[in-house]
């Protein structure tokens, strides 16, 4: 029989697990408190167990879904690249980004895209599987370990590494059940955010919930034509509906939505283009993070210079729309999503 992973269960699921093998209630407990306060990755580190019982859940659990199969750190020791192998043994990508205020990880949510994106190395790749909400939970309680290594903390944590959120999206909920939940990690929803290309149904329904979780839409494009051309997503997912979701949004939870706008020269960031895109979410409350594309084989174009991206950032501040410019990250370690894969696949 093959082992369940341990993260994949919740509190009942575990309760329920520990009585099968006639533990008492109050195991599941002492077990959650060992991977979450503890951080234990092996059951043999379990001080509040029976060796007995350490036994048994080794015997029919995984507790560790995420095998480092390599890792690679920027010059500058701000941005750390993990590769994991998974189950079936698929590989991930994760990465932390460190800054003057916080430490952030980046999660994969599923094993390569089905999205296409065509600047994105995951999106070439094609779609392979979701991650399970273990193997996602998985990666964030590995860069935790790392970090409490040396004394550091975790603070944000964001659903933009490989694959679609919304495409995996009671995953990624059960995910944030654990993060968010006192009795486990005890994260701070507000310093959690999803990020989507756009998936309207889910928007939707991530909008009822009423959850304190930051949502970030990636538009990389102000019209219909070009962002089906960059985001096949827009093709199933219009501009028009995709914007008046995201109002709909920021109307009944009156939280700020960030869009994502990564600048790619000569395609998306004339002076006429930053206009449509204020024209489009001009009145909504909102954020949009400027990022110059990062390099990658698989798409030709270089991102725009560090001129045209201010001057992109200045219209749209001249016009009143809160935005910020993100510095890239790593690109000598192939920080863009998916670029590592990639480049192990083709060795
Ligand atoms: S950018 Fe995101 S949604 Fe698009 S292909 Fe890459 S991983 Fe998928």
């Keep these: 029989m ?10 009942e699921d575990l309760a329920a697990e520990l009585k099968k093998l006639g533990q008492p209630g109050f195991r599941a407990k002492q077990i959650l408190e060992g991977i979450f306060k503890h951080l234990y990755d092996d059951f043999s580190k379990f001080g509040n167990i029976p ?5 048994e859940l080794d015997t029919g659990f ?15 020791k701000r941005t750390e690249k993990y590769l994991f192998e998974v189950q079936q043994a698929n590989r ?3 990465v932390l980004m460190k800054y003057s205020d916080r430490n952030t990880v980046c999660v994969s949510t599923q094993v390569g895209c089905p999205m296409g994106c065509v600047f994105c190395s995951t999106g070439q790749m094609g779609f392979t599987r979701n991650l399970s909400s273990g193997e996602i939970l998985g990666q964030i309680l590995y860069v935790i370990r790392a970090l409490e290594a040396k004394e550091e903390k975790l603070t944000n944590i964001v659903f933009m590494g490989m694959g679609e959120p919304f495409l995996n999206y009671p995953a990624v909920m059960r995910t944030i059940e654990h993060l968010t939940d006192p009795e486990l990690l005890n994260f701070g929803a507000r310093r959690i955010t999803i990020s989507t290309v ?7 329904e991530f909008t009822a919930l009423n959850s304190q979780v930051n949502l970030a839409v990636s538009l990389h494009a102000p019209e219909n034509e070009l962002r089906s051309k960059l985001v096949p997503a827009n093709r199933m997912h219009p501009l028009k509906s995709l914007i008046t979701a995201c109002r709909e949004y920021t109307d009944k939870t009156r939280r700020r939505i960030t869009f994502e706008y990564a600048l790619i020269d000569g395609v998306n960031d004339s002076d006429n283009q930053a206009k449509q895109l204020i024209s489009l979410i001009k009145g909504m409350l909102c954020h949009v993070n400027l990022i110059a594309l990062n390099p990658s084989k698989e798409y030709p174009l270089p991102g725009s210079s560090r001129e045209r991206v201010d001057t992109f950032a200045k219209i749209l501040t001249d016009y ?16 863009g999503c998916g670029q590592l894969a990639q480049s192990q696949q083709s060795e």
Excluded: C, F, H, W
């Design 198 to 204: 756009g998936i309207i149904p889910r928007i939707k």
């Design 2 to 11: 093959d082992k369940q992973l341990i993260l994949d269960l919740n509190k």
């Design 92 to 94: 991930i990508e994760t």
């Design 320 to 335: 009143g729309i809160p935005n910020s410019i993100r510095l890239r990250r790593g690109i000598e370690i192939n920080a």
């Design 51 to 55: 060796n007995v019982l350490k036994t």
């Design 62 to 76: 995984i507790l560790d879904p995420v095998s480092l199969s390599e890792s690679i750190v920027s010059k500058d």
